[in-house]
């Protein structure tokens, strides 16, 4: 199975803007899980989406958002960027290994706002 | 307050010796996952353990999961310079439903 895919690797924003990210989790997981990773809070929960529907949410403000269509595809969106948005962005699906769920990770996207 | 609280945050070790990360909670979970994710890129998945007590070795790593499932430790034995990156422990505790919890993460840098 491929693994879960995230796009683009590397972006950069200006103060302001807006980003979307999308993630593509491993065929047949439904669960996509969103973190932000910074080097001073370490890996930070944003949002779960099950079955195209937000499951959990994080502590973060309402500039994070996020959608997921009906193949499971996710995609988050941040609304007018700040600088402290900077960081890495890592995708999760959840799928079950030896009856115990599971997340996999893609590579991350590195987010950079000036 | 994190519900996965690991120690040491930081550890930087020289080649050929032994360590030990730990990985604790107050909460019970039923199964607890390891991973070590290198600069830039996602964790990767190393080891999930699930019974209580368990012990579960791979190559240099094993990995245990305390009686009451609440904690978790990682000993690597005689390191190398391959083994540095961040180490996170993850899981689903048992009474809250589907939500994972990760760990404050334990950065290691294995010295040549």
């Known amino acids: 199975k491929a693994g879960v895919t995230q796009t683009p690797r590397y972006l950069i924003k200006t103060r302001g803007q807006q980003v979307t990210l999308s993630c593509s989790p491993i065929?047949?997981?439904?669960?996509v899980s969103w973190y932000q990773q910074t080097p001073g809070q370490g890996l930070q929960f944003l949002f779960e989406y099950f079955s195209e529907t937000q499951r959990n949410k994080g502590n973060f403000p309402g500039r994070f958002s996020g959608r997921q269509f009906s193949n499971s595809r996710s995609e988050m969106n941040v609304s007018t960027l700040e600088l402290g948005d900077s960081a890495l962005y890592l995708c999760a699906s959840t799928g079950s290994l030896a009856y115990q769920e599971t997340q996999y990770f893609g590579p991350g996207t590195r987010l950079l706002v000036l | 307050t994190q519900l996965l609280e690991q120690s040491p945050q930081f550890l930087s070790i020289q080649e050929g010796e032994n360590l030990t990360v730990y990985c604790n909670s107050s909460s019970v979970f039923s199964s607890l996952q390891w991973y070590r994710q290198e600069p830039g890129e996602g964790p990767v998945l190393l080891v999930t353990v699930v019974t209580g007590g368990e012990v579960k070795k791979l190559k240099r790593l094993t990995f245990q999961f305390g009686d009451a499932r609440k904690d978790s430790s990682l000993h690597i034995t005689a390191a190398q310079p391959g083994d540095t990156g961040l180490y996170l422990c993850a899981g689903i505790p048992s009474l809250t439903g589907n939500q994972f919890y990760f760990g404050t993460g334990t950065s290691l840098t294995v010295i040549p």
């Open positions: 065929s047949g997981h439904r669960s």
